[in-house]
C-alpha cells in the first residue's frame, strides 16, 4: 500500500460519523457477536434447479454483521484485498445505514463487487487477514457477505448508474470481455478514453458468463455491471476474434492507440489417457460453456448436452466443482469428484466443497483415472482409477500424489467432465510478431504497469498468469489501465 | 452487419447465402470457416466460407438442411440479419504450386472444396476434380468447379449424372493415368476414410478437410478434438484440414454420432 493510500485511510478514519459510530458500541460487545450465517436454500430443494445458492443477508443481519468490525486503527484486511478495497470504511457505512456512500466506496476500487462477493476465495484472502481471524481466533467479518449485500443493493435501487457518459480521448482496444477486460476498460472509460472491447464469443462477461454457473453467479449479476460500463461510455464488439477477424495491426491503422489483451486462459488440458476420446467425455469448459451460455438444459435452446446418470468430473478446483454440482442439477444420480490428492489439498473455495458435500456429491479422492472404456457405440461407460498416496511436497508445496501399484478398479460411469487445468488461448499471443511468451505460453509483462515487450501492447488475467482468480483479473485490468493512461500520457507530452 | 444479400437454392436441400459480412470478407482465406448461431436460443455451428467478394464485403455460405440450426439458416430470407457470425476461422489451406492437385469432393464438401479448387489453380497447379454424390441433384457447383479445373470428373451412387460409381473409382482411374502430387478430400467422414485409404496404397500426400462438432470455434472447449498421428488435435483451431493419412477417422465416425439420437433437439448439423 502506498504511503499516500494509507494516509487517506488514516483520515477517512479520523471522520467524526466514524469516531462516533465506533463509540456507539464497546470493542468488547462487537467481539462478543457471533458471525451472521448467509442464509442459504435448502440443498434438496436447491438441486432441482439452477437457483442461486445463497440468498443473500437481510438489512438486519447486514447491520448486525457490520457492528462486528471493529473499524481497526491498522486494517490489516484491506492487505489481503488484491485491489485494495477500503473495507472498513465500506462497512462502517452499512453500519450507519448509508448504502449509496458504502456503494461508493467499494466502486472506487472494485469495478464488480455483485461478482466479488460472490465469488472472491475471501478466506485465503481479505478475510484471512482481519483482526478476527489472525488475533482474536474467531471467525472473521463477513466481509464477502457484506460486499455482495451492498452490490445488490446498488442492482435493486440502481441509484447510481450514471446518465450515458460521452468520451472522447484517444481510442484504446480491449480485447477479450471478461473480468480484466472489463476492469481494464471501466477504469479507462473513466480516463476519458473511447475504449471498446473486443470479445470472441457472442457474449460478454469471460469465465463469467460461460463459466461459472448461474447458482453461484446468476448471468444478470454480470449483464448489470456490463451496462453500467455501457452507460460509461464502453463499446462492445461481439463475435470479433482478435488475430482472426482483425490483428492488432488492424486495430492500429483504424486509430487505436493501445492495446489491453485480457483473452484468458481458455485452451483445457486433458489428460491424455487411453480412451479420453470417447463420446461422454468432455472438458469443463465444454460442458459448462453448453449449459451456461448456451442454455443446453433449456429444451427450447438448441444446443445438446448429455445428461449423465453416472457422472465422474475429474479435479479438485472450483472448475470441477461447478461442474458436479451442475451435473447434479441436471439429474444425474452418481455425481463424483475423482482427485488424486486429498480434500484438504483441493484448490476450490472452502465454500464451494462445502455445498457439494451437502448437495450429495460423491468424493473419491486420492485416486486418479487411468483409461476409459465404451460400448460398442463409442460412448464411455467405465473408468478404471489408480489409488495414489502422498508422498514429498512438489514445486507447488503441496505433497505429491504418487501411484499405488496394483490398487487399480473400475467405476461404472456414463459421463466424465475433465477438470484438470487451462492453458491461455493462443490465437492473439500467436497472431502478435515477437510478442514475448513464456514456456507456459503467458504473455510476458512488466508487473508495475503490465505492458508486454510491445509497445503499448498490455496484458493481465490468466493470459498472464495462467488460471488464476477473479479478483486478480481485475487487479490486473486495473493495474494495465493505469499504465496505459500513463502511456498514453507521455506519448502525447 | 451480416445481412442476407442473396439466396439461392442449389438443389432440393442445398441452399447458397450472400452474407455482407466485410471484415470477415477481408481476412478469409480458401479453408477458412465461421461459426454461425442464429437467435437467441440458437446453438452455434461452424460453416465454411465457400467464397467471399472483397469489393462487395460478402461471404458466400452453402448449406445442406440436416438439423435444427442449418434449417433456421436455410430458412433465412433475403435482408435477413444473422444475429452472429464470427470468423474466419481455423487456419488456411496451405496454397502453393505443387504440380498436380486432385481434389476429391463428396455432397455437401463440395461447398468447402470450391474455394481451394480456386487457389489451387491460381497458384498454377493442374488441378483435376472428382466431385461425388448420391444422385444427380446433389452435384453443388459444377460449373464453378469446371471454371478452375482442368478436368472434372462426376461420380453418382446412382448413375443419374456422370458416372455411376464410388468417388474412389473416379480416383483411381485418375492415378492410374498420371502423377498426382497432392490430394484433398472433403465430405462426409466416411467417404473421407475411404479417399484417404485409396491414396495411401498409391503412397500420395492427402489432406482432409474435418467437420467435427464444435462449439466455440476458438479452441476453448475441445468438443471438436480429433487424433491425428496418436495425438488430441482440436480441429478449429489446429485444422480444419489435417494429413488424411494421420487421421483417426474411425474415432471421427463415433465422435460425431455424440449428440445423434440422445434427444429430438439434438440432431446436429454436420
Ligand atoms: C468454472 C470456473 C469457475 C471459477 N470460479 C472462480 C471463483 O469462484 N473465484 C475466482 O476468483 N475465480 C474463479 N475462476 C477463475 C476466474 O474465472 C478467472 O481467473 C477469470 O475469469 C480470468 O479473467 P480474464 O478476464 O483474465 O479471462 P476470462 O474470464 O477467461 O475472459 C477472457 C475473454 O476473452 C475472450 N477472448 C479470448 N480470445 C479472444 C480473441 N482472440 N479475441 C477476442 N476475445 C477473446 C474470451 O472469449 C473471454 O470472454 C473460475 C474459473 C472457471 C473456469
Ligand atoms: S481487520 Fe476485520 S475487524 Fe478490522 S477493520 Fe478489517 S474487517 Fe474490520
Ligand atoms: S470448437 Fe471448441 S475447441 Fe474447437
Given amino acids: ?493 | 452487419m451480416n445481412k442476407i444479400v442473396e439466396k439461392e437454392y442449389l438443389s432440393d436441400k442445398v441452399v447458397k447465402l450472400v452474407i455482407h459480412a466485410p471484415l470477415i470478407a477481408q481476412k478469409r482465406k480458401a479453408g477458412h470457416f465461421v461459426i454461425v448461431k442464429i437467435g437467441e436460443k440458437g446453438e452455434r455451428i461452424p460453416l465454411t466460407i465457400s467464397s467471399a467478394d472483397t469489393e462487395k464485403g460478402t461471404i458466400t455460405l452453402i448449406i445442406q438442411k440436416v438439423g435444427v440450426t442449418s434449417h433456421k439458416v436455410a430458412n433465412l430470407e433475403v435482408g435477413d440479419i444473422i444475429s452472429d457470425i464470427s470468423g474466419p476461422l481455423g487456419q488456411p489451406t496451405a496454397i502453393k504450386k505443387v504440380g498436380t492437385v486432385l481434389c476429391a469432393g463428396g455432397g455437401v464438401g463440395i461447398a468447402p472444396l470450391n474455394p481451394i479448387v480456386e487457389a489451387m489453380k491460381k497458384a498454377g497447379n493442374k488441378v483435376i476434380t472428382v466431385l461425388a454424390a448420391r444422385s444427380k441433384d446433389l452435384i453443388i457447383l459444377e460449373d464453378s468447379i469446371r471454371k478452375y479445373s482442368d478436368e472434372v470428373i462426376i461420380m453418382t451412387d446412382d448413375g443419374s449424372y456422370g458416372k455411376k460409381g464410388l468417388v474412389t473409382e473416379g480416383m483411381e482411374e485418375i492415378i492410374n493415368r498420371e502423377k498426382i502430387d497432392l490430394a484433398i478430400t472433403i465430405g462426409p467422414a466416411i467417404m473421407m476414410k475411404y479417399t484417404s485409404l485409396l491414396t495411401k496404397k498409391y503412397n500420395i500426400h492427402t489432406l482432409a478437410s474435418l467437420n467435427s462438432i464444435m462449439v466455440d470455434g476458438t479452441g476453448m472447449c475441445g468438443a471438436c478434438r480429433v487424433t491425428v498421428g496418436g495425438e488430441t488435435r482440436f480441429v478449429c483451431v489446429d485444422g480444419p484440414e489435417f494429413d488424411a493419412h494421420e487421421v483417426d477417422f474411425d474415432e471421427l465416425l463415433l465422435r460425431l454420432k455424440a449428440y445423434n439420437p440422445a434427444t429430438e433437439k439434438n440432431t446436429k448439423n454436420n
Avoid at chain 1, 500500500?1 to 469516531?19: A, G, T, Y
Avoid at chain 1, 489481503?80 to 462497512?91: A, D, S
Avoid at chain 1, 448489470?224 to 492500429?252: M, Q
Avoid at chain 1, 511436497?393 to 501411484?403: A, E, H, I, N
Fill in chain 1, 1 to 493: 500500500m502506498s504511503d499516500l493510500m494509507s494516509n487517506n485511510i488514516k483520515q477517512d478514519r479520523e471522520e467524526e460519523w466514524r469516531i462516533d459510530l465506533r463509540k456507539s458500541i464497546k470493542a468488547k460487545d462487537r467481539t462478543a457477536l457471533e458471525r451472521i450465517r448467509m442464509p442459504e436454500v435448502e440443498p434438496n430443494i436447491r438441486v432441482k434447479s439452477h437457483i442461486e445458492v445463497n440468498m443473500g443477508l437481510s438489512p438486519e443481519q447486514a447491520i448486525a454483521e457490520a457492528g462486528r468490525c471493529l473499524d481497526c486503527v491498522n486494517p490489516t484486511c484491506m492487505e489481503g484485498c488484491p485491489v485494495g478495497v477500503n473495507i472498513p470504511k465500506f462497512i462502517k457505512y452499512i453500519e450507519a445505514g448509508l448504502l449509496a456512500e458504502a456503494a461508493n466506496t467499494l466502486n472506487q476500487t472494485n469495478m464488480l463487487p455483485a461478482v466479488c462477493g460472490r465469488v472472491c476465495p475471501q478466506e485465503i484472502q481479505c478475510e484471512a487477514n482481519c483482526f478476527y481471524t489472525l488475533k482474536l481466533h474467531k471467525p472473521a467479518v463477513g466481509i464477502g457477505n457484506l460486499e455482495r449485500y451492498v452490490a445488490d443493493w446498488c442492482l435493486n435501487n440502481q441509484e447510481n448508474i450514471a446518465e450515458n457518459k460521452i468520451v472522447t480521448g484517444p481510442k484504446v482496444a480491449v480485447i477479450g470481455g471478461g473480468p480484466a477486460g472489463l476492469t481494464a476498460a471501466g477504469d479507462l472509460a473513466r480516463l476519458n478514453y473511447q475504449v471498446t472491447i473486443f470479445e470472441a464469443l457472442h457474449d460478454f462477461g469471460g469465465v463469467l458468463k460461460y463459466g461459472i454457473p448461474e447458482f453461484r453467479l446468476p448471468n444478470n449479476i454480470v449483464n448489470f455491471e456490463i451496462e453500467k460500463l455501457k452507460k460509461e461510455g464502453v463499446k462492445f464488439v461481439k463475435n470479433f476474434v482478435v488475430g482472426k477477424t482483425a490483428t492488432l495491426e488492424d486495430l492500429r491503422e483504424e486509430g487505436f492507440q493501445a492495446f489491453f489483451i485480457g483473452s484468458g486462459a481458455g485452451l483445457p488440458r486433458f489428460m491424455n489417457i487411453p480412451g479420453e476420446n470417447y463420446n461422454g467425455i468432455l472438458s469443463s469448459n465444454e460442458y459448462l460453456t453448453r449449459v451456461n451460455l448456451m442454455n443446453a438444459s433449456n429444451p427450447e435452446f438448441d444446443t445438446p448436452v448429455d445428461m449423465g446418470k453416472n457422472v465422474a468430473v475429474i479435479g479438485g478446483g472450483n472448475t470441477a466443482m461447478d461442474s458436479v454440482r451442475t451435473a447434479k442439477r441436471l439429474g444425474a444420480e452418481r455425481a463424483i469428484i475423482i482427485y488424486r490428492r486429498s480434500i484438504d489439498e483441493m484448490p476450490a473455495r472452502k465454500e464451494e466443497i462445502h455445498h457439494a458435500i451437502e448437495e450429495g456429491i460423491e468424493f473419491i479422492t486420492l485416486t486418479n483415472p487411468i483409461e476409459y472404456f465404451a460400448d460398442s457405440h463409442g460412448n464411455v461407460n467405465k473408468v478404471r482409477v489408480q489409488k495414489m498416496e502422498l508422498g514429498e511436497p512438489d514445486s507447488s508445496g503441496r505433497r505429491k500424489p504418487v501411484p499405488i501399484n496394483g490398487s487399480e478398479y473400475d467405476i461404472a460411469i456414463d459421463q466424465v467432465i475433465v477438470s484438470v487445468g487451462v492453458s491461455p488461448n493462443p490465437i492473439v499471443p500467436k497472431s502478435i510478431q515477437n510478442l514475448a511468451i513464456s514456456k507456459w505460453q503467458t504473455i510476458e509483462v512488466n508487473p508495475e504497469t503490465m505492458q508486454s515487450n510491445i509497445e503499448g501492447v498490455f496484458a493481465g488475467g490468466d493470459i498472464v498468469r495462467g488460471g488464476a482468480t477473479v479478483i486478480l483479473a481485475m487487479g490486473d485490468g486495473r493495474k494495465a489501465a493505469a499504465g496505459i493512461h500513463q502511456y498514453l500520457q507521455d506519448r502525447a507530452n
